[in-house]
């Protein structure tokens, strides 16, 4: 499943899906020894993604963040990505809760940048929208003075604003990027967590194809502009922390 107009996670170039979600399904979709390419299913909100694992017209979607609501419905995969929340404008501010204040924000319904908002950022105007593409066209025409999303988001779109910039420095309220699957599909996790490990593992490692995938969207000569020391130390925190995997030395 694709949540369109998502980059650096999700994007649809004329036929074509592409992002760094897409390169994710891609991994999971050769573990589970599929031939033709997946079937996607286009989405504009996580809200709409989990109904559609639910009713299972979706069996996983990737990219998204966590919060403990959708943890009590869906089943998440480990993270392939760390997000936060940061503000894409064109004003003259830092995006501390002191410039902001009088400001009006953009935010996506029922995503987690919108409850962070609402709690951490009380003395803003809160304007929600149905998509990230809608929200971005309003900071474009200036009907909003930023929007508030994932801060890679922030980092990736910054380009298809002119004068925009992502703050704050530091994001707020950190959080993992993941996939998410029904609660009753635990086959279809398993599959999916052996497939992330090893890119994570893989990119570790230097292997050239699944570092071209992540750095493609999130490397050092992408829009997002991240290190290929901070992704792998991240990816090393994740196989060693989260799955138990040392990451130092390679089974028998």
Not at 5 to 33: K, M
Not at 45 to 65: F, M, T
Not at 196 to 211: K, P, R
Not at 218 to 241: D, F, K, M, Q, R
């Amino acid at each position: 499943m694709a949540l369109s107009d998502a980059l650096p996670y999700s994007s649809q170039n004329e036929q074509e899906w592409e992002g760094l979600a897409h390169e994710v399904l891609g991994v999971i979709h050769t573990e589970l020894g599929g031939d033709a390419a997946p079937e996607i299913v286009d989405v504009t909100s996580i809200k709409a993604a989990g109904e559609a694992l639910k009713d299972g017209s979706a069996n996983i979607a990737c990219g998204v963040s966590f919060s403990w609501e959708r943890a009590e419905q869906l089943s998440y995969s480990l993270p392939f990505a760390v997000g936060g929340v940061r503000l894409l404008t064109t004003g003259d501010n830092d995006g501390t809760p002191e410039t902001l204040k009088g400001t009006s924000i953009g935010v996506v319904k029922d995503s987690v940048p919108a409850g962070v908002v609402a709690k951490q950022l009380p003395e803003t105007e809160l304007e929600q929208f149905d998509s990230p593409a809608a929200a971005l066209d309003a900071l474009k025409q200036g009907t909003v003075d930023a929007i508030a999303n994932g801060a890679l988001w922030a980092k990736a779109n910054a380009g298809a604003v002119p004068g925009s910039k992502a703050v704050p420095e530091r994001p707020y309220g950190r959080s993992a990027v993941a996939c998410v699957v029904a609660p009753e599909n635990q086959a279809l996790l398993a599959k999916a967590n052996v497939a992330i490990a090893q890119l994570l593992q893989n990119y570790i490692d230097g292997d050239d194809a699944s570092t071209n995938r992540i750095n493609r969207w999130i490397g050092p000569e992408s829009a997002v502009g991240l290190s290929t020391e901070t992704i792998a130390t991240h990816y090393n925190a994740v196989l060693s922390t989260v799955a138990g995997i040392d990451t130092q030395t390679q089974p028998d």
